[in-house]
């Protein structure tokens, strides 16, 4: 019996491998070990709580799928650290040793962490945390729909989930359902197959507040944009709040009807953007006084220096630095959680080279390369040059004086100089602002 459990959790495991790849795989899936199979769960050994959290908040829901398919039957999965584990946790906070933080709290879909209080604010976010507060104080009237997007991980979905725990708390009846747009379509999908329509509407149209989150999958299901549309105008008219989000704008979503775009810009439309290092150290302070942990602040300073782009990253580089730490029972240093993140942070300094920097904004300037690194002071090469500068010490983890000496060999404090003049234009003219953010979509591959 037991064989035929590891058996089957081993071809569970290379599954999942191919839908992860390899390097999440190592770190969060193969440490863990099948202990039994029951009616309807299977139970896994995990090194240490973190993986608990992790996994609960990454990987669950897809494991859950792959191990109901190769079981050949619905098993939810149930996470055991070790008991040494168990009892530090319970002395901590009394809280059930099962607990699965992927699933939803309640039937609303929203997650508990997800509220005003656990969101750092920062410049990057401020205008759209300001927009979804003032929402959530007045639903229904200042701003409908409201419209957020922005990058991958930069908290859309926390912000748009802290709107419907804050009218719960407030509201306790008001009924609101937070629902990724996929997941509306494949109901809607369902739906239409089994006559269930009158249901499907009236689950909708009932509600208080609707938050639809990643709307731009909407795209890829043009039949179905008909009924969202009724839906939408149903709830709009009843002036009931509607909260959307997006990676992009709505104009920019691909195959979206032309009346569904006029709707979903018809109220506010407020963008996030990825956060600087203090705000990136402040969400991780944060983080980390949730989960109780204490962490070094240079260790803090060097993780939020090293994950730039992405929150959901920025936590997961956090809770795999602890996570190492305590199961290998050394001490949180600086370089001990380099030689952790070792790999994501080569990944990324390795995918953006100071050369493809200079060749992106040559391009875009219309200018030799060569020029970047020459000593010209013409106007219409300072400023691509200075611009390169300022990028590569944005994209990469190139030093000052390894930058200095890629652009013909300047010393570090011309490197400096360049970065310095660059931020303040940036901060105030918005002609260079857009020239930057265009540049560095292009090197981002876009
Ligand atoms: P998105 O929906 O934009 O992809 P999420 O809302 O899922 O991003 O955020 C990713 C993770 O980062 C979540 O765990 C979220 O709590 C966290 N996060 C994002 N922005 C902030 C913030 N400003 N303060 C605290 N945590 C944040
Ligand atoms: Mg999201």
Redesign the pocket.
């Known amino acids: 019996m037991n064989q035929q459990i590891q058996a089957l959790w081993a071809q569970s495991q290379d599954r999942i491998k191919e839908r992860i790849g390899s390097q999440s795989f190592d770190t969060w899936i193969k440490p863990l070990t099948a202990m039994t199979v029951g009616e309807d769960s299977l139970t896994l050994k995990v090194p240490n709580h973190f993986f608990v959290e992790w996994l609960g908040?990454h990987y669950l829901n897809m494991m859950k799928e792959v191990v109901s398919d190769i079981f050949h039957k619905p098993l939810s999965i149930v996470l055991v650290p070790p008991v040494g584990e168990i009892q530090a946790a319970a002395r901590q906070k009394p809280e059930p040793t099962e607990f699965v933080p992927a699933q939803p709290t309640s039937e609303s879909g929203l997650r508990e962490?997800?509220i005003f209080d656990?969101?750092?604010?920062?410049k990057s976010?401020e205008f759209a945390y300001a927009t979804a507060f003032a929402t959530a104080q007045d639903p229904g009237k200042l701003y409908n729909p409201l419209f957020i997007y922005?990058?991958?991980?930069?908290?859309?979905?926390?912000?748009m989930q802290a709107i419907g725990h804050f009218t719960k708390r407030k509201r306790p009846k008001a009924r609101v359902l937070y629902i990724p747009a996929e997941n509306l379509m494949n109901e809607l999908v369902y739906a239409i197959q089994n006559r269930k329509m009158l249901e499907f509407k009236n689950r909708y149209r009932s509600l208080d507040i609707l938050l639809l989150?990643?709307v731009q999958f909407l795209s890829e299901k043009s039949g179905l944009q008909e009924e969202i549309f009724h839906t939408f105008n149903s709830l709009y008219d009843a002036r009931k709040q509607i909260v959307l989000?997006s990676d992009r704008p709505p104009k920019d979503i691909s195959h979206l009807e032309e009346r569904l775009v006029s709707r979903f810009q018809s109220g506010l439309v407020a963008d996030?953007q990825a956060?600087d290092l203090e705000?990136r150290a402040a969400?991780l302070k944060?983080?980390a006084e949730l989960d109780g942990l204490s962490i070094p602040n240079d260790v803090i300073y060097f993780i939020a220096a090293s994950v730039k782009s992405n929150?959901?990253e920025?936590?997961g580089s956090l809770i795999r630095v602890v996570a190492f730490s305590s199961v290998s029972d050394q001490e949180l240093t600086v370089d001990f959680a380099r030689e952790v993140l070792k790999n994501i942070i080569s990944q990324k300094s390795r995918l953006i080279s100071i050369e493809l920097i200079q060749k992106i904004v040559a391009n875009y300037y219309s200018i030799p390369e060569e020029a970047l690194k020459s000593k010209r002071r013409i106007k219409k090469l300072v400023l691509p040059r200075q611009l390169a500068m300022y990028l590569s010490r944005e994209l990469t983890s190139a030093s000052l004086n390894d930058i200095g000496n890629r652009f013909g060999g300047k010393d570090h404090t011309t490197v400096l100089h360049a970065i310095s003049k660059i931020k303040k234009m940036i901060a105030s003219d918005n002609e260079i602002t857009s020239q930057a953010d265009r540049i560095t979509e292009l090197i981002n591959g876009g």
């Open positions: 908040q962490r997800y656990t969101f750092v604010i920062g976010n922005g990058g991958v991980g930069l908290g859309k979905t926390h912000l989150d990643d989000t996030i956060p705000t969400i944060k983080k929150i959901r920025l936590e």
